[in-house]
């Protein structure tokens, strides 16, 4: 099984409706991001979160909000969703470890959304 | 000037060629540097980890930092088809709390039978 899942994979919606986006971890680390992906613009940070109670804003965090519901979920929400949200979303995660490193970030397999 | 550039290419190789893909930056305080593949419809994968200045290599890729001139690049020997993907450039200030990955904007890589 994947190591970080994200659900839905595919989601089309109309403007105005609230959208969630989540997010699952096996891999046991502490930290989590989600990012936007645009042709062209690369990757954008949205939200990060160092543990359940630490929660930031990144790059382009307005007209989002996010939920770490535990060590292993985090979950991305549009409140009113708008045409220019059209994007690739990616789940990451990051911890310390043996392996790792928290400069190490390992994505999801990502959410195509459209608002049309 | 962008903390981080990458020529987004595209680039077309023929298969066993060796590639070559590049990023600059402006931050000094870089330390960290990754390069990630991503294939089409696909979450990126981390493909190489160096810190600092130097060279790493894994099988047929070679990761290269030159920190006095603030560029790396990522070399792909007898580059194979599989390899056509877009190359993510990724660097950081360090760990603690400066968790942040700044990203390049991807290259996209074709590689020819």
């Known amino acids: 099984d994947a190591d970080v899942t994200q659900t839905p994979r595919n989601r089309i919606t109309k403007t105005g409706k609230r959208i969630m986006l989540e997010c699952s971890q096996t891999k046991g680390h502490d930290r989590m991001y989600w990012y936007r992906q645009d042709p062209g613009l690369g990757l954008q940070l949205i939200y990060y979160s160092f543990d359940v109670k630490d929660i930031n804003k990144g790059e382009i965090s307005d007209g989002y909000s996010v939920s770490r519901q535990a060590q292993a979920k985090f979950s991305l929400s549009l409140e009113s969703a708008i045409p220019n949200q059209t994007a690739l979303y990616f789940c990451?995660?990051?911890?310390?470890?043996?392996?790792?490193?928290?400069?190490?970030?390992?994505f999801g397999p990502g959410t195509r959304l459209t608002v049309l | 000037q962008k903390e981080v550039e990458q020529d987004p290419g595209p680039l077309s190789v023929p298969e066993g060629a060796i590639v070559s893909l590049n990023c600059t930056y402006s931050?000094?305080?870089?330390?960290?540097f990754m390069w990630y593949r991503q294939y089409s419809r696909k979450g990126p994968e981390l493909l190489m980890y160096t810190y600092s200045s130097g060279n790493k290599e894994d099988g047929r890729f070679t990761a290269q930092v030159d920190k006095s001139s603030k560029y790396i690049s990522l070399f792909i020997r007898d580059s194979q088809p599989s390899d056509s993907a877009t190359y993510l450039c990724a660097m950081s200030a360090g760990g603690g709390s400066n968790y942040k990955l700044t990203f390049g904007k991807g290259t996209l890589l074709t590689v020819n039978p």
């Open positions: 990451a995660t990051s911890g310390e470890g043996q392996e790792s490193s928290y400069n190490e970030q390992f």
């Open positions: 931050n000094s305080a870089f330390q960290y």
